[in-house]
């Protein structure tokens, strides 16, 4: 009941202020775009760091369920995709394995193959599947991240990610760790795709002896986070320890193998990230008591900060080229969100859009852009719920 009235509340909230202050849904500035909805209720991606986008540009990943809520239990929602020349939804499986962050972790592997995140005989699972034949075939293992260069993949413990992290890990498998503040065999796991094996490469309770905070060893430390360079090299992860309510966050990278580890960021704040190139990253943290974006330089301790007198909002970046990165923000005091591209050599931030945000979309149930870039980095993806569901736009970059 206490639910119903909660939700009743915010519907209520949400009607009156968007009725009194006549604001516009959707405001995006010189820019073509279209929207793309399913027949469901909502219509999304997930996360930042993976383009939906196939390499033709032509076909667009995406998640679509009716459930409309936080997630407590295995619900099932529908992998598809959109034909972008027609606007058509093609459905192609069901999973029970997603969250309202990153959705099932599904990828491009090439033109013609899909892999995502579901369950195989009631364990975590993988699964390729060619979107022509319908050929599927089984890993042991779920993903996190993918490189396709060379067939390998990183992955980590979903279920003691929801018991820490709610709307980033899974529910269907129970918790085996959930006693154990540092788990001895816990951490990261290289996978093969090409023999379906995997072999944990970092340990959490390993982690905890490299330049070690006070307040670690009596914690409850998890991983979140895996993101692998394009090169498909190096990989960097982030090291979380919570005690007391309060979240504190470092930064390691290390070898596709997890050999040549290194700690990157060690002042308990980092928030969102992408990588430039191989070597260098852009993260959204705190250094010397100052939050705004810094470029870190991979394996040594320079960093530099980027834009901090200018753009001083956390969000989700991704570059578009060593000039331009695409970021966006959280909702503002009148509950927008907004896209921004900056131009590093100029200094400038440009708005390119802003997105009503319904007050109902709040903790893991809510919808961040997480804007993303097809392989020609002319069209923009972004995740919005203006209009009460979750649907996609993309937006032509070209002439911006």
């Not at 619900?75 to 029970?96: H, M, V």
């Not at 992955?155 to 540092?182: A, C, M, P, Q, W």
């Not at 010397?288 to 530099?304: C, F």
């Amino acid at each position: 009941m206490k639910t119903k009235i909660k939700r009743f509340i915010l519907y209520t909230i949400s009607f009156f202020s968007r009725l009194i202050l006549r604001k516009k849904n959707i405001i995006i500035n010189n820019a073509e775009f279209k929207t793309y909805k399913s027949s469901y209720k909502h219509t999304f991606v997930g996360y930042y760091d993976k383009s939906p986008f196939n390499s033709n540009s032509d076909k667009l990943l995406a998640l679509a369920t009716n459930h409309d809520s936080t997630i407590s239990k295995p619900i099932e929602a529908t992998i598809g995709y959109f034909d972008l020349s027609n606007n058509i939804f093609k459905e192609l499986d069901k999973t029970c394995t997603w969250n309202w962050q990153q959705g099932c972790r599904m990828l491009w592997v090439d033109k013609d193959n899909i892999i995502f995140n579901t369950l195989n005989k009631n364990k975590y699972a993988s699964k390729l599947l060619n979107i022509s034949s319908k050929e599927e075939k089984y890993f042991n293992f779920p993903i996190y991240d993918v490189s396709t260069k060379n067939n390998l993949a990183l992955t980590l413990d979903f279920s003691r990610l929801h018991t820490f992290r709610k709307g980033y890990g899974y529910v269907n498998v129970g918790d085996k760790t959930i006693e154990e503040k540092i788990p001895k065999d816990n951490g990261i796991w290289l996978c093969n795709l090409n023999d379906n094996s995997k072999n944990i490469i970092i340990k959490i309770k390993d982690l905890i002896l490299i330049e070690p905070h006070e307040d670690m060893y009596d914690s409850w430390h998890y991983i979140n986070h895996i993101s692998i360079n394009n090169s498909g090299n190096r990989f960097m992860f982030f090291h979380i320890w919570e005690r007391k309510g309060k979240r504190k966050i470092r930064v390691f990278t290390a070898d596709i193998d997890g050999k040549n580890i290194y700690l990157l960021t060690n002042e308990s704040h980092v928030s969102h990230y992408t990588w430039k190139n191989d070597t260098e990253l852009l993260m959204y943290a705190t250094h010397n008591d100052v939050m705004t974006y810094y470029t870190y330089i991979d394996m040594t301790q320079e960093r530099y900060p980027v834009c901090s007198k200018i753009l001083k909002v956390d969000g989700h970046p991704t570059y578009i080229n060593d000039r331009f990165f695409l970021t966006d923000s959280y909702p503002n005091k009148q509950n927008y969100q907004e896209l921004y591209l900056f131009d590093l050599e100029r200094n400038k931030a440009m708005n390119l859009a802003k997105f009503y945000n319904p007050f109902r979309f709040l903790a893991e149930f809510r919808c961040d852009l997480h804007p993303r870039l097809n392989k020609e980095k002319n069209k923009i993806c972004i995740d919005i719920n203006s209009t009460g569901d979750r649907e996609i736009i993309i937006m032509d970059v070209n002439g911006l």
